[in-house]
């Protein structure tokens, strides 16, 4: 089967930087978008950042300039930078991969999937 598996979340202070990565494993053929979403406490999940195949990206307006999102094809991992971080940063971030194409046995499937969850903590 197919699955995503995050890392690179924890504490940190404001103002300083973390690094999210999420790896897809499996018999994976494609993957269309991938993207980071977070969500707090009390709060709506939300999307942070996404990028294509392509190398498109999107982010959300509240962390234009200070976050980075790439990804390598070639080993179907997203990343994210985080820069200048600030309490209000502080959530459980998940990763998404959106048409994912793998095969399972003879079949081949799309779906979309989504990681576990990190927590990133901004406070001092």
């Known amino acids: 089967q197919v699955q995503l598996v995050e890392s690179g979340g924890g504490l940190v202070q404001p103002g300083g930087s973390l690094r999210l990565s999420c790896a897809a494993s499996?018999?994976?053929?494609?993957?269309?978008?991938m993207g980071w979403y977070r969500q707090a406490p009390g709060k709506e999940r939300e999307l942070v950042a996404a990028?294509?195949?392509?190398?498109?990206?999107n982010y959300a307006d509240s962390v234009k300039g200070r976050f980075t999102i790439s990804r390598d094809n070639g080993k179907n991992t997203v990343y994210m930078e985080m820069n200048s971080l600030k309490p209000e940063d502080t959530a459980t971030y998940y990763c998404?991969?959106?048409?994912?194409?793998?095969?399972?046995?003879?079949?081949?499937?799309?779906?979309?999937?989504w990681g576990q969850g990190t927590q990133v903590t901004v406070s001092s």
């Open positions: 499996g018999s994976i053929l494609s993957i269309n978008a």
């Open positions: 998404n991969a959106d048409g994912v194409k793998y095969w399972s046995g003879s079949y081949l499937l799309t779906r979309n999937l």
């Open positions: 990028i294509t195949s392509g190398g498109s990206t």
